[in-house]
């Protein structure tokens, strides 16, 4: 998962204030939108898992009409390469 430089502060700063780790307030703030949590349905019950459904299948049909050759190799760090 990317995140914009200011998404990653706030995060770091409201895992120290709830005394938890980035990773578990990231599930659990994807939990209160996407998830029926204690009788509460979050943005599920607002069309969320609709909308999301709708975008992880044009995400398939796209990733079905792409194809890189059979010798790409993808290197995660030529990602970071302009901001080195």
Do not use: T
């Not at 995140?3 to 995060?11: F, K, P």
């Not at 939990?31 to 992880?56: H, K, Q, T, Y």
């Amino acid at each position: 998962m990317y995140i914009s430089e200011e998404h990653e502060r706030a995060l770091k700063a409201r895992a120290r204030e709830f005394g938890v780790s980035e990773a578990e307030l990231v599930r659990r703030m994807l939990d209160g939108l996407l998830l029926e949590v204690e009788g509460e349905r979050g943005l599920a019950g607002a069309g969320a898992v609709e909308a999301l459904e709708s975008f992880l299948a044009e995400a398939d049909r796209l990733a079905e009409s792409h194809r890189f050759p059979e010798e790409y190799k993808f290197y995660r760090d030529e990602l970071y390469e302009d901001r080195v």
